[in-house]
């Protein structure tokens, strides 16, 4: 976690990272509380595409659990991880992104308001993520490693 720190002032989180967080255990949730948990000393920045929030929250939207859905709605809500929105500029950007990367338009969003709101680093553990100029793919189970 340290040289993730060291390297990065604004990172930017997959849902993936953060569904790790909220709906499992075992390492590689560890390892995603501990880089929420640098975020809300205020040791790193974070943010996260609005179509993140949206990913994370399908989940229980699908099951039909509103409980569910207000409790994970409210915990992110309630982390420091400021969520970024789609704008115009955003989505031309992704729109290259997944032209040039052939990745679909979900991943292509993420990595475009990761760049578009200053961070340095996107962490996931989707290996099919790589990194772009300006914007550095660092794998979860990497750093759980």
């Not at 939207?61 to 400021?82: H, L, N, P």
Request: hydrophobic content about 50%; cysteine-free; aromatic content about 4%.
């Amino acid at each position: 976690m340290l040289a993730l720190t060291a390297r990065h002032r604004r990172i930017a989180l997959d849902s993936n990272v953060l569904i790790y967080l909220l709906e499992t255990t075992g390492q590689l949730a560890d390892t995603a509380a501990a880089i929420v948990d640098a975020i809300e000393a205020g040791e790193i920045e974070g943010v996260m595409s609005a179509v993140g929030l949206l990913e994370i929250l399908v989940g229980p939207a699908s099951g039909g659990d509103a409980a569910a859905f207000e409790i994970t709605a409210d915990a992110i809500r309630d982390m420091r991880v400021r969520v970024v929105p789609l704008d115009g500029s955003t989505a031309e950007d992704a729109a290259w992104i997944r032209g040039s990367l052939g990745i679909g338009i979900e991943d292509a969003a993420h990595l475009a308001s990761a760049r578009n709101a200053g961070a340095t680093a996107f962490v996931t553990n989707d290996r099919r993520i790589r990194s772009i100029p300006r914007l550095e793919v660092i794998y979860l189970d990497d750093l759980a490693a």
